[in-house]
């Protein structure tokens, strides 16, 4: 069984590096965002996101990647076999995604987030980053550090360089 869960703040790239694990070890890909948001960036109903979250995680080989809702994050560690933490100072979290936001208005954006036509609002995404910076990412690299206390394999990405070379040499 592999399970790998990624997690880490938007424009992080772990989508892309979710689909080359996935695709390299032939086993599901599941990205969050695609149960988290509806089209328009509406959320969808907490009860039907946790039945989906808890069906992809129920799964016995998987890559998930994003984030969702900060309450379902530890089900999700728990239940990995592994988990890869990307987390890159929160500039380079902007500037990817700044870029995101470039070619997604050029029409040059292969694979759009949660798989939704509609560009988020750039303001509010910028805002969305800082706030996971601020209160999110805290909680999550606790958990992460008591996840790796209890065994669980821990990988943590801190640069765009990092996240190459992981993905290169990923199994």
Known sequence: MMRT??????????????????AKLGIQHTEIDSLLWQE???ETSREAFER?????????????DG?????????????????VLVDMPLWMHFWL?????????????????GGLAGMPLTE???????????SWMPKIRTLCIEAEVRGKPVIRLQSVADIDAFATNYR
Do not use: M, Y
Request: net charge negative.
């Open 124 to 134: 509010a995404l910028f805002q969305a980053i800082w706030d996971v910076e601020q």
């Open 40 to 42: 328009g960036w509406i």
């Open 97 to 113: 995604a700044a870029e995101r936001q470039i070619a997604w208005a050029r029409g040059e954006l292969e694979h759009r987030p």
């Open 67 to 83: 984030l969702g809702r900060l309450d379902l994050i530890p089900e999700r560690l728990d239940r990995a076999t592994d988990i």
């Open 52 to 64: 989906e979250h808890a069906k992809a995680i129920a799964e016995d080989n998987w890559v998930i």
């Open 5 to 22: 869960a990624i997690v880490g703040n938007a424009g992080g790239g772990q989508s892309t590096l979710a689909r080359l694990i996935a």
